[in-house]
């Protein structure tokens, strides 16, 4: 059976992302493409790019997709479009990722390198983790979540759907039975420090984070 896997979008992230699956489909046989709605060129870091419709088109029996759009909202987008096509979606997982022990992973989940995953975490659908960070025991992860690199998430936080984790920020320690938590769609800037609940939709930064003020 032949199978075709696809990286949805050619930015940043998935030109990151792209080695990293690369290496995880060696020896397997696949075809690696990037699936992009709007192509602009026929290939990139020499990998073939596809069109939506010339994605499903393509001979292959099995296919499958890893979403490495930044934005979440995008992300539940496409989600919802490869359900409904009937495509599966596929982990990226770094070689040098390091997951202990009863850590639970939605579907299509980024993990890029020197991720740590420690224990009791469970993780909803199409996280990206990059480069650098970190999840302490305890933590409950929602939705399409993005930590950007060198995010540290200590135990006992709780991050509901579509927040935004920013470049180095730190996210203290919560209690059992008393969370940490960040709200959905929040954003922690990047340096951040938290030490309190952020609420749904609000932009945090600063040490401690606080609120950010538009002027």
Request: charged letters at 15%; aromatic letters at 6%.
């Amino acid at each position: 059976m032949t199978a075709l896997y696809g990286i949805y979008g050619t930015g940043g992230h998935g030109r990151e992302t792209l080695p990293l699956l690369r290496a995880q489909l060696a020896g397997a046989g696949a075809r690696l493409v990037f699936v992009d709605d709007t192509p602009r060129q026929g290939s990139v870091n020499g990998a073939e790019v596809l069109g939506w419709q010339a994605f499903l088109a393509a001979p292959e029996e099995v296919k499958h997709v890893s979403l490495a759009i930044g934005n979440s909202r995008i992300r539940q987008e496409l989600d919802q479009r490869c359900v409904a096509a009937g495509i599966g979606f596929v982990e990226v997982r770094a070689t040098n990722v390091l997951v202990l022990d009863t850590v639970e992973i939605g579907e299509g989940a980024i993990l890029s390198p020197f991720s740590t995953l420690t224990s009791n975490i469970r993780i909803g659908r199409h996280f990206h983790a990059n480069t650098y960070c970190s999840i302490a025991h305890d933590c409950v992860i929602g939705d399409f979540v993005t930590f950007a690199p060198g995010v540290r998430c200590n135990g006992n936080v709780h991050i509901e759907d579509h927040a935004y984790i920013g470049s180095g920020a730190v996210l203290r320690q919560g209690q059992p039975g008393k969370p940490l938590t960040i709200g959905r769609g929040a954003v922690v800037g990047m340096g951040a420090i938290v030490t309190k609940d952020v609420p749904a939709g609000v932009t945090v930064v600063g040490n401690p984070a606080r609120p950010l003020i538009k002027e």
